[in-house]
């Protein structure tokens, strides 16, 4: 089966491109054939067919003009790609939301059947993740995209906050997202967001992500005595105020015999930097962007991970990655982590933003060597079982069944 998968980057850029790349190794290790499509970029992967990529293009420009050119230029590049493969079924990821549309409109055209892996919230909040301001924003729920423009979510911009909502308006009217046949949700929590605000239940799957246990594999086994490393915890991700890391900062800061390593860059670590340099705060330590086998390898070593997260995790790749080496999760009680996360057995939750929530749990589990090791094992059981490769293949192709495709 020749199957096309759409990606905004080819490239690694995050957890989104984690899944997209380890589809595409699950559906070439089936038998199946790949076709990707993307944007283009000096760091793309290579691919026979990059020449069929589209030019990338400024999605916030405010020549409208300009824009629409490049979502034309973008399709008609589709097309060509079509006509030149054939094509049995094509599997959308984290596209952006100008360009999803247009590419909706041509694989209906030809007749391609549609399934799409939901990464964030694009379809029903106009800045795709819930969050503004600091805080969880459901504003826009229910189709209100009106306050998008009101409460200028784009930037504190009138304008392109406006375009955005009438934007939305126009998707939901014209019921493009209609021609999407199956909606790939990675958690039960953003299934019943979409379910509630009106779409049909009946075309959404909840599928965990699987997880190529490879990359575990390769991550440096020393045990903590051997490395000589101090105690430590351990946050894994973007330094950004949607993931609750001033949270995680500001508990740690009160806690001067607990050691925090932040490993990530983000918007935020400049700021979180100043804080503990300005306050003389010397147990957390950023440890900056890491490529992922040296990033796990500090995790290893650490007693447990703490994943803070403010905004509606869709997953939680991270959390998985955790568990998968071995190391109980704290984690917040926002999206879907408390899916991930079993609360006294393989980690616990705390309410999101708390402080003082937060605290009590590190300190409950911090110098505890026995209960640390009895979640670690469980975790690693836990994650082992819902992120199994071949379950997750079956249930897609328990979808592909459904859409009646010769497999």
Not at 107 to 124: A, M, N
Not at 240 to 260: D, F, I, S
Not at 293 to 314: G, H
Request: aromatic residues 12%; proline residues 3%; charged residues 25%.
């Amino acid at each position: 089966m020749n199957i096309l998968l759409l990606n905004w980057t080819w490239f690694p850029s995050g957890g989104d491109w984690t899944y997209v790349n380890s589809m595409f190794n699950l559906y070439t290790g089936k038998g199946h054939k790949v076709i990707p499509f993307s944007c283009r970029d000096d760091r793309n992967i290579y691919s026979e067919y990059s020449v069929y990529f589209f030019d990338k293009f400024n999605t916030e420009s405010k020549n409208l003009l300009n824009l629409r050119r490049n979502i034309i230029s973008a399709g008609k590049k589709l097309e060509n790609l079509i006509k030149s493969e054939r094509i049995d079924v094509a599997h959308l990821n984290n596209l952006n939301h100008y360009v999803t549309p247009e590419f909706l409109r041509i694989l209906s055209k030809h007749r391609i059947p549609v399934v799409i892996t939901v990464h964030d919230y694009k379809f029903i909040c106009s800045l795709t993740t819930f969050f503004r301001n600091g805080k969880v924003c459901e504003q826009c729920s229910g189709g209100k995209f009106i306050r998008c423009a009101i409460n200028k979510c784009k930037g504190g911009k009138i304008l392109p906050s406006l375009l955005s909502s009438i934007q939305n308006y126009y998707y939901n009217i014209s019921k493009i997202y209609d021609r999407i046949d199956y909606y790939i949700c990675p958690s039960e929590f953003i299934r019943q967001i979409f379910i509630k605000n009106g779409y049909d239940g009946n075309k959404f799957v909840t599928i965990y992500h699987f997880y190529e246990k490879e990359i575990i594999n390769n991550v440096n086994k020393l045990t903590k005595a051997q490395s000589k490393q101090k105690r430590y915890i351990t946050y894994l991700g973007r330094v950004e105020e949607n993931k609750g890391v001033r949270t995680l900062v500001n508990a740690v800061a009160e806690l001067p015999e607990v050691n925090l390593t932040v490993i990530g860059y983000g918007n935020l670590l400049k700021e979180m930097k100043e804080f503990c340099e300005n306050n003389k705060i010397h147990n957390i330590e950023f440890a900056g962007n890491r490529d992922r086998k040296d990033a796990l390898d500090i995790v290893m070593q650490s007693e447990f991970l703490v994943v803070p997260s403010i905004w509606y995790e869709v997953f939680g790749y991270t959390a998985i990655e955790g568990m998968l080496l071995g190391k109980p999760v704290i984690a917040s009680d926002s999206g879907a982590l408390p899916e991930l996360i079993n609360n006294g057995k393989n980690g616990f939750i705390f309410k999101s933003g708390s402080v003082p929530e937060l605290k009590e749990k590190i300190m409950s589990l911090y110098n505890d060597d026995e209960k640390i090791n009895a979640l670690g094992n469980y975790a690693r059981e836990h994650a082992l079982k819902i992120t199994d490769r071949d379950s997750y293949y079956e249930k897609i192709e328990d979808v592909f069944k459904k859409l009646k495709l010769n497999l």
